[in-house]
């Protein structure tokens, strides 16, 4: 039923993350899917502030995202979640629409998002269509004006679970964590390393946190669990830099 689907990076909350080229995708899009979280009311408000900003006047079709089943192991469970949520979008029209049908990604499409990977799951396969955003690493790099990387110095990017299940990754002086709920820096030897912390970056609740792991660690657990509890949600990320 969706013959063209454009998944349009928005950035990590604030309307002017979103790019010349995503706003007119907005503009030019016939319906807009919007998730719908429990308890997390403040996204979908998030969402309509970028669509009212960029001037759309799509038809918005609203669905309910689905929660993943935690007794499942967790391969499992992630696929589950993504048939959920592909079989959803489809639902959501009672008639095929009469244009492209976007989806408003925090973030980038590309990076630690499986938008792309739910839109495979769809039959028949609509056209994609890709259009970049401000990711989470660009946001954080810019609000401590820090560069990524060191000086020929290479970066990982990397989740938390695999922070914590495989460490320190071999050969890297800069890591970007990212879908850390535990804050899985506290694993690590804090020895000579320091941390940016992000959290709602570049909206109006923006917080930063940076400096010796030894010394902020416990700061940055007591103001994301503060601003959770404040919020109902919270979207953080870290780099970590060892010292030479």
Same mark, same amino acid.
Request: glycine content about 8%; aromatic content about 6%.
């Given at each position: 039923?969706?013959?063209?689907?454009?998944?349009?990076?928005?950035?990590?909350?604030?309307?002017?993350?979103?790019?010349?080229?995503?706003?007119?995708?907005?503009?030019?899009? +016939?319906? &807009?899917? /919007?998730?719908? @979280?429990?308890? @997390?009311?403040?996204?979908?408000?998030?969402?309509?502030?970028? $669509?009212?900003?960029?001037?759309?006047?799509?038809? &918005?079709?609203?669905?309910?995202?689905?929660?993943?089943?935690?007794?499942?192991?967790?391969?499992?469970?992630?696929?589950? #979640?993504?048939?959920?949520?592909?079989?959803? #979008?489809? +639902? *959501?029209?009672?008639?095929?629409?009469?244009?492209?049908?976007?989806? /408003?990604? %925090?973030?980038?499409?590309?990076?630690?998002?499986?938008?792309?990977?739910?839109?495979?799951?769809?039959?028949?396969?609509?056209?994609?269509?890709?259009?970049?955003?401000?990711?989470?690493?660009?946001?954080?790099?810019?609000?401590? +004006?820090?560069?990524?990387?060191?000086?020929?110095?290479?970066?990982? &990017?990397?989740?938390?679970?695999?922070?914590?299940?495989?460490? %320190?990754? =071999?050969?890297?002086?800069?890591?970007?964590?990212?879908?850390?709920?535990?804050?899985?820096?506290?694993? $690590?030897?804090?020895?000579?390393?320091?941390?940016? #912390?992000?959290?709602?970056?570049?909206?109006?609740?923006?917080? $930063?946190?940076?400096? =010796?792991? *030894?010394?902020?660690?416990?700061?940055? $657990?007591?103001?994301?669990?503060?601003?959770?509890?404040?919020?109902? %949600?919270?979207?953080?990320?870290?780099?970590?830099?060892?010292?030479?």
């Amino acid at each position: 039923m969706i013959r063209d689907l454009w998944l349009i990076g928005i950035g990590t909350g604030s309307p002017r993350h979103v790019t010349l080229e995503g706003a007119q995708a907005l503009r030019d899009a +016939a319906a &807009i899917l /919007l998730p719908l @979280k429990a308890g @997390k009311d403040d996204l979908a408000h998030l969402r309509r502030r970028i $669509l009212d900003a960029s001037g759309s006047t799509a038809r &918005i079709v609203p669905f309910d995202y689905p929660v993943r089943d935690e007794s499942l192991p967790y391969q499992d469970r992630v696929a589950a #979640w993504h048939d959920e949520i592909a079989r959803r #979008w489809q +639902a *959501a029209f009672d008639a095929p629409p009469d244009g492209p049908v976007a989806l /408003l990604v %925090w973030g980038d499409p590309s990076l630690y998002d499986s938008t792309l990977r739910i839109a495979e799951r769809l039959e028949p396969r609509p056209r994609v269509r890709v259009v970049p955003g401000i990711t989470a690493i660009q946001a954080l790099t810019a609000a401590h +004006a820090i560069p990524l990387n060191t000086v020929n110095g290479p970066v990982t &990017i990397t989740t938390g679970r695999r922070l914590h299940d495989e460490g %320190w990754p =071999p050969g890297a002086d800069t890591i970007v964590v990212m879908l850390d709920a535990e804050c899985r820096f506290r694993d $690590l030897d804090p020895a000579g390393l320091h941390i940016w #912390w992000g959290a709602y970056l570049g909206s109006e609740d923006q917080i $930063l946190r940076s400096g =010796p792991v *030894a010394e902020t660690a416990d700061d940055i $657990l007591a103001t994301r669990q503060a601003a959770r509890e404040r919020h109902g %949600w919270i979207m953080d990320t870290y780099l970590l830099r060892r010292a030479p």
